[in-house]
């Protein structure tokens, strides 16, 4: 049974950064692509990045390019979302998805696992 489980979600101000993590357990984080969503009020939830299981492919949605990055940490056994010079649009609650895809995808249909995510505030 693959679990996923996020943290680091807060309160930040705008200009400030943010790292989220995301804690895989029954399988080791290589073993899947990971991704990383967002869902704000009112929205549809939407891509936010992924990482392709062997760690030499991303993806990244257009309005967090240059911004955010998306890395695992294999000794802990997560995938993190490195977050800088937040906007208020970025505002939202988080989630970490694992994906049996051998590219990048950024089609949530493709994602097998996913965490109860954390919410993350930007406050100006």
């Known amino acids: 049974q693959v679990q996923l489980v996020e943290s680091g979600g807060r309160l930040v101000q705008a200009g400030g950064s943010l790292r989220l993590s995301c804690a895989v357990s029954g399988r080791t984080v290589s073993a899947y692509t990971m991704g990383w969503f967002r869902q704000a009020p009112g929205k549809e939830r939407e891509f936010v990045a992924a990482?392709?299981?062997?760690?030499?492919?991303?993806d990244y949605a257009d309005s967090v390019k240059g911004r955010f990055t998306i890395f695992r940490d294999n000794a802990k056994n997560t995938a993190d979302l490195q977050m800088n010079s937040l906007k208020d649009e970025d505002t939202a609650v988080y989630y970490c998805a694992a994906s049996g895809s051998l590219r990048p995808t950024h089609y949530s249909y493709e994602y097998d696992y996913w965490g109860q995510g954390t919410q993350v505030t930007v406050s100006s």
């Open positions: 990482l392709n299981w062997s760690g030499g492919s991303t």
